[in-house]
């Protein structure tokens, strides 16, 4: 368990941005609303030696269950030295609380929000916006990562 309080704010700043993943498969869109459906992946990195943790954002629309918008995002977030100590329980394991998880997740995902908007612009796909996301049921504990 890590040894921050709820109460405690854990000091940390965006490093970089990348885009893991990004592709439109026309011929898997009929240009219809009928069939659609969204699916939503998360997984955390980390860089031990330069104090990061990477959040992963995937999206993928799918039509009669064949995708043809996939997106992946990925902000590696800088953290302070104290909280980073105290995430460690030793060198091959860190647990991440959940609400500083999730908060992670919820900016990870306006970033993939912006971006999809942004590669989509101009095109038939730009009517596919991120929808808002309760993070608090996708991410209901802590995150434990080696």
């Known amino acids: 368990m890590p040894n921050i309080s709820k109460k405690e704010s854990v000091g940390f700043q965006l490093n970089k941005i ?3 993943q990004f592709a439109v498969i026309k011929d898997s869109y009929d240009g219809s609303e ?3 459906g969204m699916s939503i992946e998360l997984k955390f990195g980390l860089d031990f030696e330069n104090k990061l943790i990477a959040s992963h ?3 993928q629309y799918e039509q009669h269950d064949k995708p043809f918008l996939i997106i992946e995002i ?3 977030f800088k953290i302070e ?3 980073w100590s105290k995430f460690s329980s030793d060198n091959d394991k860190m647990i991440i ?3 500083f998880a999730s908060h992670l997740v919820v900016l990870t995902i306006g970033t ?8 989509t612009e101009n095109t038939d796909f730009n009517k596919f916006l991120l929808p808002t996301i309760n993070v608090t049921k996708l991410i209901q504990e802590d995150v434990e990562l080696t």
């Open 112 to 119: 993939v929000r912006g971006v999809l908007h942004s590669k």
């Open 18 to 20: 990348t885009t893991e």
């Open 97 to 99: 609380p959940k609400g």
């Open 57 to 59: 954002v995937m999206v």
């Open 74 to 76: 990925a902000n590696h």
């Open 34 to 36: 009928e069939g659609i």
């Open 81 to 83: 030295e104290t909280a």
